[in-house]
């Protein structure tokens, strides 16, 4: 079985501080992923990457950088926190390439619920 | 721009009954993918079904199955017998392929509470 693991389930941070949220996946994916969940917004996109040292902007990457050294952990760096930052983060993984006609699920961590005071 | 939505921010279910789960999806693109995922009050994502653009039959999966409308943008999950356990957050993804890169979008949820 695929296995995600997020370094901390909650993390209470202070303003201004630099934060790191480490993931690590054990099944030799290519691609992983940042999303921040917010109640009445789903899952938004951070930012993602599929191959070691590349990364791909999402939606919402104001205020976030990323980076991925090894292939099996990419880390999401708030440089400075921010209060609006305050909310779960998901880690997810998945095989790399291939066309999106084939089944190829997104793995996900449990989770960090980070608190920015 | 690629989009998912889904308009029910909450449904109700009786035990037992079948229940809908409306999405929509939005690209430009023919060959794209649809996923439904379940999150329990523990915020784990389960990952429940999937349908290729190209499928002429529409997934199932045990409980489980998509109402897939092509023509539509419509990727509807059908739960049938509706039990407790079934009761979480249901996100609608995509996955295709933007600026040379697939990535999965999601809509913003619908919470699925079954009543005893």
């Known amino acids: 079985d695929v296995k995600v693991t997020q370094s901390s389930r909650y993390l209470v941070k202070r303003t201004g501080e630099k934060v790191f949220l480490e993931c690590v996946q054990d099944?030799?994916?290519?691609?992983m992923f940042w999303y921040r969940q917010d109640p009445g917004l789903g899952l938004r996109l951070i930012y993602f990457s599929y191959d070691v040292k590349m990364k791909e902007k999402g939606d919402i990457p104001e205020g976030y950088s990323v980076s991925r050294e090894k292939k099996e952990r990419f880390s999401l760096i708030l440089e400075s926190a921010s209060t609006n930052q305050t909310s779960m983060y998901l880690c997810a993984s998945s095989p790399g390439g291939g066309s999106p006609l084939i089944e190829s699920p997104l793995h996900f961590g449990n989770g960090t619920r980070l608190t920015v005071t | 721009a690629q989009k998912i939505t889904q308009t029910q921010p909450g449904m109700f279910v009786q035990e037992k009954e079948a229940v809908t789960l409306d999405c929509t999806y939005d690209?430009?693109?023919?060959?794209?993918?649809l996923f439904w995922y379940k999150q329990p009050s523990s915020g784990e994502m389960i990952f429940l079904i999937y349908q290729g653009s190209y499928d002429e039959q529409n997934a199932t999966e045990g409980r489980y199955s998509l109402n897939f409308q092509k023509a539509r943008k419509s990727a509807n999950l059908v739960i049938s017998a509706s039990q407790l356990g079934d009761s979480a957050m249901y996100f609608c993804?995509?996955?295709?392929?933007?600026?040379?890169?697939?990535?999965?979008?999601f809509g913003t949820g619908t919470r699925l509470k079954v009543l005893a």
């Open positions: 099944m030799d994916h290519e691609n």
């Open positions: 993804a995509m996955r295709d392929i933007t600026s040379g890169t697939y990535k999965y979008i």
């Open positions: 690209t430009s693109d023919q060959s794209y993918g």
